[in-house]
Nanobody
Framework: QVQLVESGGGLVQAGGSLRLSCAAS????????MGWFRQAPGKEREFVAG????????YYADSVKGRFTISRDNAKNTVHLQMNSLKPEDTAVYYC???????????????????WGQGTQVTVSS
């Protein structure tokens, strides 16, 4: 079992920055990867960024490349998402998630993830 708790959301003006954190506890060793997703009102939940706990593989959705940076602190079992140059279209509830099994190809679909945090609201005003 893996427990995930997000923090760091809030209200920011366009062009501003926020840093989200996801603290993981439980059987994170078996998870192998962490992903950030977001869901805007009326839209499906979509992949934003992901990182493997071991190694240096990092993945981003095209919509956030060059603006968002995902990182991990293995000692603290925490994953961060630094979000810069925020746009109104980044407004969403952001979730961190972990799969329950290994995926050779990094998982980017919601059905590939078993454990989810409660979500944190990010609102970007224009």
């Amino acid at each position: 079992q893996v427990q995930l708790v997000e923090s760091g959301g809030g209200l920011v003006q366009a062009g501003g920055s926020l840093r989200l954190s996801c603290a993981a506890s439980g059987r994170t060793v078996t998870s192998s990867a962490m992903g950030w997703f977001r869901q805007a009102p009326g839209k499906e939940r979509e992949f934003v960024a992901g990182i493997r706990w071991s190694g240096y593989s990092i993945y981003y959705a095209d919509s956030v490349k060059g603006r968002f940076t995902i990182s991990r602190d293995n000692a603290k079992n925490t994953v961060h998402l630094q979000m810069n140059s925020l746009k109104p279209e980044d407004t969403a509830v952001y979730y961190c998630a972990a799969p329950s099994q290994w995926h050779a190809v990094f998982p980017t679909y919601t059905y590939q993830y078993t454990y989810w945090g409660q979500g944190t609201q990010v609102t970007v005003s224009s």
